[in-house]
């Protein structure tokens, strides 16, 4: 997808405060649980991935039926990443670790 911006430069990833939240939220649930490296180490490929969605950012699923341009896709098969791809960025707006639902998180936003 041509954004029409340098190709070296590409759309930005940005967490929203709220996925920022998660994150903190979802490290200090691991490192209670497993230790502080090894949720260093989980929460770092969470957000290489969510920066990789530079790259082809229309990948998961539309859900439009919980926030217009909403796209959630999966990681590691216990996390679902939740984001809306502009012109400009990637905009993460929620990171929901194991079955937290993604319905009702966005009632705020509609």
């Known amino acids: 997808m041509r954004n029409g911006k340098d ?13 920022e939240r998660h994150i903190e939220t979802l ?12 949720a260093e180490a989980y929460i770092t490929r969470i957000v290489a ?19 217009p341009g909403l796209r959630t896709i999966g990681f590691e098969r216990r996390v679902t990443i939740a984001f809306v791809v502009t012109d400009e960025a990637v905009l993460i707006e929620g990171i929901f670790y194991g079955g937290r639902a993604v319905e009702g998180a966005f009632d705020d936003k509609r």
């Open 7 to 19: 190709d070296e430069q590409g759309v930005r990833v940005i967490f929203t405060p709220r996925a």
């Open 49 to 67: 991935f969510c920066l990789s969605l530079t790259t082809f950012p229309l990948r998961g699923n539309q859900r439009d039926d919980l926030l």
């Open 27 to 38: 490290y200090d649930y691991i490192a209670d649980r497993a230790g502080e490296v090894r």
